[in-house]
């Protein structure tokens, strides 16, 4: 509680602060990911350098030439415009850049979600509109995604879950931390519950273009007049420095949604929507997508031998997408507790299940350079012979 002094009425008024829902994962990974030997806890691919991105010397020099003024605050024309091609019936006015695509799900959130809502959200996902939606205090129903169909949710249990009432039901496509791609039959069932209740679709879809095997994963655009789309650079493209993410709906939702906008970052980074518009460029999208599956197909071997070596102590679904192995483990050790003592004893940071609500699991990056992924193995194998040994603190 704070005491405000409000100038208008001339008197003390009081502000209850705000409750948040701990969002665990980036909490704990702001804290110690830089402070580690072995970061095994990031979903991306290792990173471009910005040489690799420009690519000569002209790009080079103008980008060094370039004033460093505010920008447009929904992203530049040349920006949203190279955005927009990727999404069928598209306009600029449909599109609207932010800062990281978790900019763009708490934006589309923001808008949309009002106390007493109910949401259906799929579990396991990245939990930030989940935390959000527990916040400020909406009824969440989890549309759970199965081990035994592949990381699919059960068609059924939509069509039970998402009713008139329904405002929104959000889905991760790609999944993280699976990696699981929505198959045709979930596609479907979704697209209908969707437009029969009414509801909201809201689709993060930063993993697509980091398909290990298969096809590019289609949007969810196009398909239900009520549709949010958010992505982002930092996955599929290895720039997440760069914090550029985009929103895509219809164009007056967009435009109620920059009210929002008004109240937090104001605009994106110059520098970033330059150097955006070059990773956008469908010859340069087209090889950094190319690097990433690469990167993908030579190290998720590593981590698939590494997991067989062990026996039944290891199980997994191997992931279509995503620099991630979803693990589930036979240890008589929760998932928070064996991730805190890889951190603080071998230097090593993997995400344990415990982040999205499932004990049992840990989610394990493969998108470091292939040495260094082997290293940062090597570590977690010293603790599990010790944990097979009995050894405890």
Known sequence: MRNLFHPGLHVPYTVRALKIELFDMERWQSKFERLV?????????????????LGSDKAAEELLNMPLGYPQADGTPALRSKIARMYKGTTPEHIFVTNGSSEANFLAAWNLFEKGDEVVIMVPNYMQTWGLAKTWGLKVKP????????WQFDP???????????????????????????????RKALIDAAKDSGAWLLSDEVYQGAERV?????????????????????KAYGLAGLRTGWLVGPPKK????????????????????????????PKKQEWIFARTRSILQKNYPV???????????????????????????NLKINSWKLAERLRTEKSVMIVPGDHFGMD??????????????????????????????????
């Open 360 to 393: 049992g699991y840990m989610r394990i990056g493969t998108g470091p350079p292939k040495d260094y992924l082997l290293a940062g193995l090597n570590r977690v194998d010293e603790l599990l012979r010790e944990l097979k040994a009995g050894k405890r603190k």
């Open 37 to 53: 030997d072995y970061e095994l806890s990031e979903s991306g691919v290792h990173a471009l350098q910005l040489r690799e991105l």
């Open 143 to 150: 549309l759970k995604l199965r081990e035994d169909l592949g």
């Open 254 to 281: 967009i435009e109620d949604i920059k009210q929002h906008h008004d109240y937090l970052t104001l605009t994106p980074a110059k520098l970033s929507d330059h150097l955006a518009q070059i990773a956008l460029e």
């Open 156 to 186: 059924e249990d939509i069509k039970r879950l998402v009713t008139k009432k329904t405002k929104a039901i959000q889905v991760c496509n790609p999944d993280n931390p699976t990696g699981a791609v929505m198959a045709k039959a979930q």
């Open 214 to 234: 298969g096809p590019q994963t289609e949007s969810l655009w196009g398909y239900h007049s009520k549709t949010l789309i958010t992505n982002g650079l930092s």
């Open 303 to 329: 981590v698939r031998d590494w997991l067989d070596d062990h026996g039944s102590m290891f199980s997994h679904v191997p992931p279509t997408a995503g620099a991630i192995c979803y693990v589930k483990y």
